[in-house]
């Protein structure tokens, strides 16, 4: 039903198109991006476009979901190392701070807690998974995490796979696919909550 493969450079449009529409009303999203300019969809295109291309450029997990010859989800994080990005993502992610009034310290808030609950040992981190609205309770985000989660358990190194969550609906959806909660945590008026699947 939908075909999942190895995101590459020439989908990087497509596949933040897709995240745009996927998270186009997410707590997060408008968390981190409120006081953007540009407005909160745009930036936080700009964002996944950034790290989808850091992604790739250090061959780190990131997977595109197709159907019918259209990328329209996508799913990327990191394996169990955490390699520097390359100086020129790093400078236009350092752009998008600055344009963005607050966002610094927004993301210190944001790593702080997750920080606070990650696990000790070895893992791997999703960071994003997205799937167009279109797709939506077909099947598609789990095809997503199931992919990634099964490097994870290929990986001798890995304990399991963790990610944050600021919406209580895709809380749900990652307790119902196995994964536990670790903690949470304040972001203003956003519960950040923190989960894990053990491998």
């Known amino acids: 039903m939908f075909d999942i493969r190895t995101a590459q450079t020439i989908d990087v449009e497509a596949a933040v198109a897709a995240l745009g529409a996927a998270f186009a009303d997410d707590p997060l999203m408008i968390y981190f991006f409120r006081t953007s300019p540009l407005g909160i969809r745009s930036a936080a295109m700009q964002f996944f476009s950034i790290l989808l291309r ?7 997990p990131a ?5 019918s010859g259209g990328v329209s989800g996508l799913v990327m994080g ?5 390699p520097a990005w ?3 993502l790093n400078d236009e992610f350092r752009q998008l701070e600055a344009q963005v009034p607050g966002l610094t310290e927004r993301l210190a808030v944001y790593d702080g807690i997750s920080q ?3 696990p000790a040992g070895a893992h791997y981190y999703l960071g994003v998974v997205g799937v167009h609205p279109a797709l939506q309770r077909m099947g ?9 989660c099964a490097l994870s358990r290929a990986d001798r190194r890995s304990g399991g796979v963790y990610l944050e969550t600021g919406s209580r609906s895709s809380l749900q959806f990652y307790i119902a696919n196995g994964f536990e909660l670790r903690g949470e945590g304040q972001l203003e008026n956003t519960t950040l909550w923190c989960v894990f699947k053990p491998t």
């Open 116 to 118: 606070a609950h990650e």
């Open 54 to 60: 850091a992604r790739i450029a250090l061959q780190m």
């Open 86 to 88: 390359p100086d020129p």
């Open 140 to 148: 598609a985000g789990r095809a997503l995490i199931d992919t990634f």
């Open 78 to 82: 990191y394996d169990t190392s955490r």
């Open 63 to 67: 997977y595109v979901l197709e159907r």
